[in-house]
T-cell receptor
Framework: NAGVTQTPKFQVLKTGQSMTLQCAQD?????MYWYRQDPGMGLRLIYY???????DKGEVPNGYNVSRLNKREFSLRLESAAPSQTSVYFC??????????????FGPGTRLTVT | QQQVKQSPQSLIVQKGGISIINCAYE??????FPWYQQFPGKGPALLIA?????SEKKEGRFTISFNKSAKQFSLHIMDSQPGDSATYFC???????????FGTGTKLQVIP
């Protein structure tokens, strides 16, 4: 069981370039999430997918798009990267509920720098 | 707008001491309050969680205290160990698992 995997681990982009961050989970979870983590800001939800075929905006969706490719995979796309998108990006997944817990399982993160 | 306020931003505790991290929330519809622990270079992992129908939950050395009327909750780490050194995030959600709002994090350092 790999849990939640993310690729790439590190990426440097120039302003205006595009890229897609990949995320996959092998726990058969229905829900998946994308967060960004910035110093002093905690984790902020970008987009989430409650189930295959659905996506919804979180707190900071501007400048991002997502695709729930299938139940396992949830990708995050930056169409035209900006320095303000320099951050660490985390993907997470969860079941709706398990023994009263709504635990989210996080991947190892992607550290993105936009110059 | 920060819906979950967390303090302190950083904390240094001696080995064996008690670490206390506080959080306050505004949205009275929040009904699930987890704490996540994050080690450097890793993703966060669930540590302990509480619902507002109980005032305290204990798991080993970790205890959540919850004050519904004050809209505050806190994490207590008893007998703190150097291995507890990590960043801790409180969080809150409404209706369970989907839109989780995280606090800004507390970096804990436990010194020998």
């Amino acid at each position: 069981n790999a849990g939640v995997t993310q690729t790439p681990k590190f990426q440097v982009l120039k302003t205006g370039q595009s890229m897609t961050l990949q995320c996959a989970q092998d726990m058969n979870h229905n829900s998946m999430y994308w967060y960004r983590q910035d110093p002093g800001m905690g984790l902020r939800l970008i987009y989430y997918s409650a189930s295959e075929g659905t996506t919804d905006k979180g707190e900071v969706p501007n400048g991002y798009n997502v695709s729930r490719l299938n139940k396992r995979e949830f990708s995050l796309r930056l169409e035209s990267a900006a320095p303000s998108q320099t951050s660490v990006y985390f993907c997470a997944s969860s079941e709706s509920e398990r023994e009263g817990s709504y635990e989210q399982y996080f991947g190892p993160g992607t550290r993105l720098t936009v110059t | 707008q920060q819906q979950v306020k967390q303090s302190p931003q950083s904390l240094i505790v001696q080995k064996g001491g008690i670490s206390i991290i506080n959080c306050a929330y505004e949205n009275t519809a929040f009904d699930y309050f987890p704490w996540y622990q994050q080690f450097p270079g890793k993703g966060p992992a669930l540590l302990i969680a509480i619902r507002p129908d109980v005032s305290e939950k204990k798991e080993g050395r970790f205890t959540i205290s919850f004050n519904k009327s004050a809209k505050q909750f806190s994490l207590h780490i008893m007998d703190s160990q150097p291995g507890d050194s990590a960043t801790y995030f409180c969080a809150a959600s409404e209706g369970g698992y989907q839109k989780v709002t995280f606090g800004t994090g507390t970096k804990l350092q436990v010194i020998p």
